[in-house]
């Protein structure tokens, strides 16, 4: 295992394998954004691969793949077979907006995939489609898909909006209460250059937790762990529901215990979300051919002990560019 400067033990890759997607969500994706139209820059499935193995070597056991969509590349189960046939992966996941789950749940599971996260902002089909520009039956046809095939874990995960999705909640919780799944509510990250959607729309953790709190009991849960995210578990006694909150915008010592490094689908790796420093991995592996573990290295020795969302950071490019 390897540990950053700051002594934590990062095996954890996040392996984004496109910036495309079939959706436009406020928070993630701005308008007019093409940078997928570069696909000479997007990795390959040998060359994520490779970089999987080598992670392996140097003690990664945990891999989840996302994007932008992950489901729109046409060689997703191909990547995810290769990367679970790794002798040293233990875990692997997909982070999927769900539009196009249903036809391929069987598939992924077949090919190793062990849990799904599946982002669904609203339950209410004009609110869901205002945030995402899509439609909210095919993610609920992807999420039944997902149940049925039988994952280890599959959650849902919801963006807090302040004045988008606020009647939505309760509705969210109670809908994955009914399927016996954890969700979890994500504070909003100026990760995109979507500021029409920043400052006004914040709403803390805290301020939800609050709000739940007038409704029922929430129980900490601090031994429940469907996943290896910095999300902190709760009971709310009401619906028997199991409720995840991440604030990274408001919760001290967030990045504490952080695990992992992000692969952008341009090959870059990404020590921390909330800071801007990259390591270029695929240049070095298509010029000169030597392999990826003195990225993986570097990006290690560079993982800042914390973000920087509170000191008035700037995305220097949007999530759907930088891996969910």
Not at 69 to 75: A, H, I, K, T
Not at 79 to 91: E, N
Not at 100 to 111: E, F, I, T, W
Request: hydrophobic share 40%.
């Amino acid at each position: 295992m390897t540990a950053d400067p700051f002594g934590r033990v990062v095996d954890y890759l996040r392996i984004s394998v496109t910036d495309r997607c079939d959706e436009r969500c406020l928070y993630c994706m701005p308008k007019g954004y093409r940078g997928w139209a570069r696909r000479a820059d997007h990795m390959t499935a040998d060359e994520i691969v490779r970089v999987a193995d080598a992670a392996t070597r140097m003690g990664f056991r945990k891999f989840r793949l996302t994007g932008g969509e992950p489901l729109v590349r046409e060689d997703i189960v191909e990547i995810a077979r290769r990367i679970w046939d790794l002798p040293g992966a233990q875990t692997l996941g997909i982070s999927t907006n769900g539009t196009r789950l249903a036809p391929l749940a069987q598939d992924l599971k077949r090919a190793g995939v062990r849990s799904i996260n599946v982002s669904l902002d609203a339950l209410d089909g004009d609110v869901y489609r205002r945030i995402t520009g899509g439609s909210v039956e095919r993610v609920l046809d992807g999420i039944d898909a997902a149940l049925a095939a039988g994952f280890e874990v599959v959650k849902l995960n919801c963006v807090l909006m302040r004045g988008f999705n606020e009647g939505e909640y309760l509705p969210l919780i109670e809908f994955a209460a009914a399927r016996g799944m954890p969700i979890r509510f994500i504070e909003l990250m100026p990760v995109s250059r979507a500021g029409e959607v920043l400052g006004p729309a914040f709403l803390s953790i805290g301020e939800l937790m609050g709000r739940l709190e007038v409704r029922g009991t929430l129980t900490p849960l601090p031994d429940f762990r469907p996943g290896h995210g910095p999300a902190k578990y709760y009971a709310f006694g009401p619906l028997g529901a199991r409720i995840g909150f991440i604030g990274a915008m408001t919760t001290p010592h967030f990045c504490g215990t952080c695990n992992k490094l992000r692969l952008t689908a341009d090959g870059r790796l990404r020590p921390c979300l909330g800071r801007h420093g990259e390591i270029d991995l695929l240049r070095p592996m298509r010029v000169g051919g030597s392999g990826p573990e003195d990225a993986l290295r570097d990006a290690i020795e560079n993982k800042p002990e914390d973000h920087g969302f509170s000191q008035c950071y700037q995305p220097d490019r949007p999530m759907t560019a930088i891996g969910g």
